[in-house]
């Protein structure tokens, strides 16, 4: 995230919100992102596969999103236009909906418990911004 | 467009709406966020980038958001849920954008008149799907 | 590929080689990793998924290979550096290796049999702008 | 990078190599992305664009190719295959061809002095995984 801020802080634009805001929410975006794709990874290497292919969907369509509204919100001065607040919102929603498919499987899988805190705080994140 | 509707025909699963249209979906935001990927560098190649800054910006948001957009149709089975939705509807909001960037520039460069036309097709093709 | 080399013919740039040529090259990666990542969601949709495991992260892998390569070619002027054949050597591989895997499952399941001619098709793409 | 730590931990597979090196190779590759996508966007953003159209186009090339390599890394128990290796061995190229791109407008702009010192660890990550 300092690397993150450091980038917003020497960018010649103004960013459209508190920069350490902006900048906790980048990093959320990419680490949830990551998160997603080896929770999907991790689900793919269990005994059984077949009761997290809803997972494995679910956290592939996350990290898609959390890439694209990351990249976004990394160019700067777009301001807080009603594209970005779409995405915004979509974002919330992946994150919501995948902190949900991962939470039915947290007491049996572990990486699955370390993914449905993450798009928790990526979803909360999203939603703050969007205030 | 013949190979998505092959890979949508010999997918196990039931596609939640007709495969042709579906894959004509796919096949348009692939297209776009290629078109607007080569129009932004096309634009960072003119004589006068400056003019051109909030065009770049925009294709760029408008292919990151293409290529989420087209990964979660491509995961066929999904059905249209209410985050599909979502996207659905943020990528027609990019496509709309986008077109009408482009077309401040058309006049100017012939590789933003044929982008706005890529990002106006897709933008029909999502809000077809969102019926 | 009419609307990318409709896009290359009207960049400022030079392209470094014949844009049919080039055009076809960035249409076979769109469409691959548009396949692959259909052909990730269709064995995760299979009865029997544990088989397809293997298959499922080539494809994974495949398809973000091909969309960086194919972003990177869309940026039209780029010569072809040292890095740029860095990357269509790895992409080369990445089509390679899908391809391989799978072909091990395209007599059970048919877009297996899709997705590897898509593979090796891009591979080729990718081998002949090498040559 | 503790979030990243916590799913290979959690990941039922075996890492090919030590987590703690992997997941900081991983947090590298996808904080390097980020940085270069805003870098790209504060070039956009300078007075004078003309003089930093080739940086904007590294950086470009530089965040599809981290956010390429940084996925096949965050599927862990991908042994350090032959592609595996390519795509690190393209990475470091990538990263080490943006620093130096980013060293030239360091003393003008200090978002390209802090791209460059990312885009350098980054390129640290990928050769020491190259080992």
Redesign the interface.
């Known amino acids: 995230m300092q690397?993150?801020l450091?980038?917003?802080k020497?960018?010649?634009?103004q960013t459209w919100t508190d920069p350490e805001r902006l900048a906790g929410a980048?990093a959320e975006l990419?680490?949830c992102?990551?998160?997603c794709?080896?929770?999907?990874?991790?689900c793919?290497?269990?005994?059984e596969?077949?009761p997290l292919?809803a997972c494995?969907?679910t956290n592939?369509?996350c990290?898609?999103?959390c890439?694209?509204t990351?990249?976004?919100l990394?160019?700067?001065?777009?301001s807080p236009?009603?594209?970005l607040r779409?995405?915004l919102?979509?974002c919330a929603?992946?994150c919501n909906?995948c902190a949900a498919e991962c939470s039915k499987h947290s007491s049996m899988?572990?990486?699955c418990?370390?993914?449905a805190d993450?798009c928790r705080r990526c979803e909360k994140s999203c939603r703050d911004l969007l205030g």
């Open positions: 690397t993150t450091n980038m917003l020497t960018h010649p634009g980048i990419y680490s992102a990551q998160a794709t080896t929770c999907a990874d991790a793919l290497g269990e005994k596969v077949q292919v494995i969907r592939l369509d990290a898609d999103i890439l694209a990351g990249a976004m990394s160019r700067v001065t777009s236009t009603e594209l779409s995405m919102g979509a929603k992946a909906t899988h572990e990486h418990r370390v993914c993450v």
